[in-house]
């Protein structure tokens, strides 16, 4: 019998299918779902949506079914936007533990490229916490390597307002590697996100300033006989608006100022130059300065008395001398 459900389509009534309560996907572009809907009213349920049949006894004594829904989560909400009374379904019977319909929902969606990083992190991990999976197991059933898996599960440790953004496709999931980078410096992960954000950074800026950041950290156990060149770089972060980085080697160094577009350079210029040009006029104002003259005190090197001092002179006077 069970092999006469997995091979045979039935027609169920749509109000007889029940969601999946293990559907990874949790958000649904209504606009796409509303194209979707208009393409059913025209065509009909194409492809077969995937269920289990479970019959139960009812308060009077007689025998219902119903249907769990295992995938086609999409197509089960367009059918009913488009007021199809029936779709045509797949039972299988092989499928009715909760651990194959999670399987099964993820990798439909994954097939399908259905699901937001967020949401398969969440269907990976719920794998692993509920039912024991090991990352390469996970990775096994979805075709994917383990390091893939791991990664994808790292997502759920950003913080709720960068998942929100990658949910909703306001940063890539390439930017997050960056800020992953970042994991344990709150404050400096926070402010990449930011700049990722409002200066539209791409995933090789955010890249280079989250190693730059990290160089930092090591750096600062290197300069703890030169605090001035973090104070040099802290000074200048601050006047400037942005990120600077001095970078000392043994025969001079290199200064590294981030801008990420034209009009940001264009500023950064305009305050260099005023700054460079302050400096010139305050060096300049100092050369013009009068030069106050001070009357040193005249040290008296001969210090014998008037009556020595007259008797050393006469003993010049060619009279005093004789034959």
Known sequence: M???????????EVEKIKPNPYQPRREFDEAK???????????????????????FEK????????????????????????????????IRADYDDDKTKLEVAIIENLQREDLNPIDRAHAFQRLVAEFNFKHVQVAEKVGKSREYVSN??????????????L??????????????MLIDRVEEQRVLFREIMQKRLTVRDAESIARRIAFDKVRKKEYIYAP???????????????RVAIEPKEHGGKLTIDFFSEDDLQTLFAALASRIAAT?????????????????DVVELDDRS??????????????????
Request: hydrophobic share 40%; net charge negative.
């Open 152 to 165: 994808t599960i790292r997502l759920l440790t950003l913080t709720s307002e960068m998942q929100q953004a």
């Open 2 to 12: 069970s092999e006469f459900y997995n091979n045979a389509i039935f027609w169920v």
């Open 167 to 180: 949910s909703e496709g306001k940063i890539s999931e390439g930017h997050t590697r960056p800020l992953l």
């Open 228 to 242: 001035e060149i973090l104070e040099m770089e802290r000074e200048l972060t601050e006047a400037l608006g942005t």
């Open 280 to 296: 010139r006029a305050a060096a300049q104002a100092k050369l013009t300065e009068p030069v106050a003259l001070v009357q040193e």
């Open 59 to 90: 308060t009077d004594g007689g025998i219902a079914t119903e249907y769990e829904l295992i995938a086609g989560e999409r197509r089960l909400r367009a059918s009913k936007i488009a007021g199809v009374a029936q779709v045509p379904v797949i």
């Open 33 to 55: 779902l509303n194209d979707l809907a208009k393409s059913i009213r025209q065509y009909g349920v194409i492809q077969p949506l995937t269920v289990t049949r479970r019959e």
């Open 306 to 323: 008037q009556e020595e001092k007259e008797i050393d002179e006469n003993a010049f006077d060619p009279s005093s001398f004789s034959l």
